[in-house]
């Protein structure tokens, strides 16, 4: 596998990459992962990888080769061009030192880990097996960033690349098949493979964790949690706070723009930030709240699916998703059963919607329990891991023996 995130990052496509490599070891496969050095979602480099250049671990049974790459605190054009080339130049210069492959899976994104597998598969004339979870070149477009025009037009070319000369092309919603296929990629190759809920069920009573979070009995509590990026607007959780001091909206997580958000925070006391949770807490304190959400900016039309929107499924708890009504996150939503839509970057429609969620508890109980039914009938790691298997055994021709 060639995945830019892995363990222990627990945020993003980490846990996908993770999770597969160790399906794969557990079912006694050898497995090897080309990977980066752990950043995300902090976009700060884990301190204790400062220094590392090159580093081979065994992880779970999993051998995990990291190579160094630089990381931008700040997106720019520029900065993550330079963020995308080292990775390719590095795993280019470095790849892993191991034996012939049987098939070569590479996650997009990064755009350099597409790249790589598709170039390291063809090294080893192997299969060669791209999954979109996201496509850069329509995001660089919509970030706002300086250059994203540019940054776009290179990353679409990168994509088609790698896209291109992939076996079967799997891809994680049916958004993405049409962008897909105007790359280049004939649409008979083309596999929809949902990710799964990568998080348990809470474990713990959602009053005791609301009493040690300091959640008062009877305060509405909005959360939102994951990356805090520019693509992911969270200003409107900032006025949402500002304009309803009733409401307790907590932001949970790091990313690019924590700091600005600090500052547009500075003096709503309504307003908290919670550092990333560690695997064992993160369902307990989603559950604890009353409402999750997702959010985008208005300009972001984003075909993919948060991965954290797998993991609001699993806590039981109501979602409002402030995002464009064509995407697919809110395709995901309304298939669930478990949320509402609201406009992006709209506070005042996004306080109505939890305030009639938070006037009616057990509608908005309710409309949590759809989320985990939704995770058992769609969602579970099983289901996910066997269409993986499913896709890389078609590619090959026939499973592994």
């Given at each position: 596998?060639?995945s830019?995130?892995?363990?222990?990052?627990?945020?993003?496509?980490?846990?996908?990459?993770?999770?597969?490599?160790?399906?794969?070891?557990?079912?006694?496969?050898?497995?090897?992962?080309?990977?980066?050095?752990p950043?995300?979602?902090?976009?700060?480099?884990?301190?204790?990888?400062?220094?590392?250049?090159?580093?081979?671990?065994?992880?779970?049974?999993?051998?995990?080769?990291?190579?160094?790459h630089?990381?931008?605190?700040?997106?720019?054009?520029?900065?993550?061009?330079?963020?995308?080339?080292?990775?390719?130049?590095?795993?280019?210069?470095?790849?892993p030192?191991?034996?012939?492959?049987?098939?070569?899976?590479?996650?997009?994104?990064?755009?350099?880990?597409?790249?790589?597998?598709?170039?390291?598969?063809a090294?080893?004339?192997?299969?060669?097996?791209?999954?979109?979870?996201?496509?850069?070149?329509?995001a660089?477009?919509?970030?706002?960033?300086?250059?994203?025009?540019?940054?776009?037009?290179?990353?679409?070319?990168?994509?088609?690349?790698?896209?291109?000369?992939?076996?079967?092309?799997?891809?994680?919603?049916?958004?993405?098949?049409?962008?897909?296929r105007?790359?280049?990629v004939?649409?008979?190759?083309?596999?929809?493979?949902?990710?799964?809920?990568?998080?348990?069920?809470?474990?713990?009573?959602?009053?005791?964790?609301?009493?040690?979070?300091?959640?008062?009995?009877?305060?509405?509590?909005?959360?939102?949690?994951?990356?805090?990026?520019?693509?992911?607007?969270?200003?409107?959780?900032?006025d949402?706070?500002?304009?309803?001091?009733?409401?307790?909206v907590?932001l949970?997580?790091?990313?690019?723009?924590?700091?600005?958000?600090?500052?547009?925070?500075?003096?709503?006391?309504?307003?908290?930030?919670?550092?990333?949770?560690?695997?064992?807490?993160?369902?307990?304190?989603?559950?604890?709240?009353?409402?999750?959400a997702v959010?985008?900016?208005?300009?972001?039309?984003?075909?993919?699916?948060?991965?954290?929107?797998?993991?609001?499924?699993?806590?039981?708890?109501?979602?409002?998703?402030?995002?464009?009504?064509?995407?697919?996150?809110?395709?995901?939503?309304?298939?669930s059963?478990?949320?509402?839509?609201?406009?992006p970057?709209d506070?005042d429609?996004l306080?109505?919607?939890?305030?009639?969620?938070?006037?009616?508890?057990?509608?908005?109980?309710?409309?949590?329990?759809?989320?985990?039914?939704?995770?058992?009938?769609?969602?579970?790691?099983?289901?996910?891991?066997?269409?993986?298997?499913?896709?890389?055994d078609?590619?090959?021709?026939?499973?592994?023996?």
């Amino acid at each position: 596998m060639v995945s830019t995130n892995y363990a222990p990052e627990h945020a993003g496509i980490g846990p996908y990459a993770t999770q597969i490599a160790e399906h794969w070891a557990g079912s006694g496969h050898e497995t090897h992962v080309l990977t980066g050095m752990p950043h995300y979602p902090s976009w700060s480099l884990d301190p204790a990888y400062a220094g590392v250049w090159r580093r081979t671990e065994h992880l779970r049974g999993v051998v995990v080769h990291r190579r160094r790459h630089t990381v931008p605190p700040r997106q720019t054009a520029v900065r993550r061009a330079l963020f995308e080339g080292t990775i390719l130049l590095h795993g280019i210069a470095a790849p892993p030192r191991m034996g012939r492959p049987d098939a070569v899976l590479a996650q997009l994104p990064s755009l350099a880990g597409g790249v790589l597998g598709a170039r390291l598969a063809a090294r080893w004339r192997v299969p060669y097996i791209p999954v979109v979870q996201d496509l850069m070149g329509a995001a660089a477009a919509q970030s706002g960033i300086r250059g994203g025009d540019r940054a776009a037009a290179v990353a679409q070319r990168a994509e088609s690349y790698a896209l291109r000369r992939g076996r079967l092309v799997g891809v994680i919603h049916e958004t993405f098949v049409e962008p897909v296929r105007a790359m280049g990629v004939d649409p008979g190759r083309i596999r929809v493979v949902p990710n799964w809920s990568h998080v348990p069920g809470p474990s713990r009573a959602r009053a005791e964790t609301r009493k040690r979070l300091g959640w008062a009995e009877g305060e509405t509590v909005l959360l939102h949690s994951g990356n805090m990026g520019l693509k992911q607007g969270l200003d409107v959780l900032v006025d949402a706070a500002r304009r309803d001091p009733a409401v307790r909206v907590v932001l949970m997580g790091d990313g690019n723009q924590r700091e600005a958000l600090g500052r547009a925070a500075d003096g709503i006391p309504n307003l908290d930030f919670l550092p990333p949770a560690g695997d064992d807490e993160f369902p307990d304190i989603l559950a604890a709240a009353d409402v999750l959400a997702v959010t985008q900016r208005a300009s972001v039309l984003d075909m993919s699916v948060p991965s954290k929107l797998t993991s609001y499924f699993a806590s039981g708890r109501p979602v409002v998703a402030s995002v464009a009504a064509e995407g697919g996150t809110a395709l995901e939503v309304l298939r669930s059963g478990a949320g509402v839509l609201v406009p992006p970057e709209d506070p005042d429609d996004l306080l109505k919607a939890v305030r009639r969620l938070a006037e009616d508890p057990a509608g908005a109980d309710a409309l949590g329990a759809a989320g985990p039914r939704h995770v058992t009938a769609h969602l579970s790691r099983a289901d996910g891991l066997a269409r993986i298997d499913a896709l890389i055994d078609e590619a090959m021709g026939g499973p592994l023996t």
